[in-house]
């Protein structure tokens, strides 16, 4: 299992050697995913002082902040020194992730390669969740709104802080905004009356000229977030002004509005995002916060559709397992006959019938030998197109 913040974590390998060796010393440098050194050079151990031709390199490490990290675990024995390169993954005490591994793991236990759960790394289960939801976000991605206070004579403002090059899209634009209007297409902008700079960040206004005072409504489309991982730099936090001020952070990059960070013992959510480092929260700290490093949480995946993006997750843990196990035979004799079906096959239908399901929950059509299938799970009904007589 990957370790929480405050457990201690078990970095070990084994090492094995043609004659019988003794290793004099190890010692690790681990580094977080902005490929800052946090551990430098720390004394690891060996499990024998003595020779042979085996033996375990081990570090105990605690950490402090959830995230990435790579470790670089180095021994000598006489007067060369080997590395070894390892991962790990630490989580928050309470993580966003809890339910993902929770419900992949239940999804894989009832299906019918119900062993595979025990394959799995929590690790794995993380990083196909955050697949999983890239798939989903291609289909239904997050629409959001930004009302934007216009300056007199100024066309030029900037994208939401959480807009994604190549990705987002302004859907509309209503200008002026006004809640008490009742027809609210009246105040939609024509695509024409607008244009996005994407490089620069910007958005501007190309056939209206604002007034001081009046407010642009902009609703758009931008990927779901699902991290737990640190951020960058450290943070202050105020006790009266909600403020927070960072110290060699990107907060423009790394956070958006509904976030929340972990400085310390204290939970925060983010209200807006000024620069790279400053933004405000919803709360005050208690007590005020300095430089202290803090943790990104955020899932955004609506409730109502988790459980298929889950179980998207898990036909992915099942491909990858099936991608590992290719060529690896096991056949069953069985009624006179040799069935030849090996794991990896049996893996990778399932994951197909996973994801094929979870993608039909969505309400995309999946591919089939007889063409295109149109699931409709709400009302127990299939649609077959390509079938001669239309469907049934």
Not at 107 to 114: K, N
Request: with cysteine; glycine share 8%.
């Amino acid at each position: 299992m990957d370790p929480r913040i405050g457990e201690t974590a078990l970095l070990s390998h084994v090492v094995n050697f043609e004659s019988a060796a003794t290793i004099a010393s190890v010692s690790v440098d681990i580094y977080n995913a902005g490929r800052t050194k946090v551990v430098a050079d720390a004394a690891g151990t060996v499990d024998s002082a003595g020779a042979a031709t085996e033996h375990t390199v081990s570090y105990l490490w605690t950490p402090s902040v959830a995230g990435d990290y790579v470790y670089h675990l180095r021994y000598v024995v006489g007067t060369q020194t080997y590395g070894i390169r390892g991962e790990v993954t630490v989580l928050s005490v309470v993580s966003v992730f809890d339910r993902w591994i929770r419900r992949v793991y239940d999804w894989l236990r009832d299906s019918r390669v119900g062993e595979a759960q025990a394959l799995l790394t929590e690790r794995q289960i993380r990083e196909n969740a955050i697949a999983a939801a890239g798939e989903y976000e291609s289909i239904r991605p997050r629409d959001l709104y930004l009302d934007v206070a216009l300056v007199a004579e100024t066309f030029e403002y900037t994208l939401p802080n959480d807009w994604s090059n190549a990705f987002s899209s302004i859907e509309r634009i209503e200008y002026p905004k006004d809640d008490t209007e009742q027809d609210r297409d009246a105040l939609v902008l024509d695509w024409t009356e607008y244009a996005i700079d994407e490089p620069r960040g910007k958005w501007r206004l190309t056939a209206t000229t604002p007034t001081t005072g009046e407010t642009a409504r902009v609703y758009y489309r931008t990927r779901h977030r699902l991290i737990d991982r640190a951020g960058t730099g450290t943070i202050a936090i105020s006790a009266t002004t909600k403020a927070g001020t960072g110290t060699g952070t990107r907060f423009l990059s790394e956070l958006a509005p509904g976030d929340t960070i972990t400085v310390g013992t204290q939970t925060f959510t983010i209200d807006a995002i000024t620069t790279d480092t400053a933004l405000t929260v919803t709360e005050n700290a208690s007590p005020a916060l300095s430089t202290t490093a803090f943790t990104i949480e955020a899932d955004t995946i609506p409730e109502a559709d988790f459980d298929q993006v889950a179980r998207y997750a898990a036909g992915l843990c099942l491909q990858q397992l099936a991608n590992e196990k290719a060529g690896d035979a096991q056949p069953v004799i069985g009624a006179q006959m040799v069935n030849y079906r090996t794991k990896q096959q049996e893996y990778a239908a399932q994951a197909k019938a996973m994801m094929d399901a979870a993608k039909a929950a969505w309400g995309v059509g999946v591919t089939s030998a007889i063409g295109r299938i149109d699931y409709l799970p709400d009302h127990g009904a299939i649609t077959y197109w390509g079938v001669s007589g239309g469907y049934f």
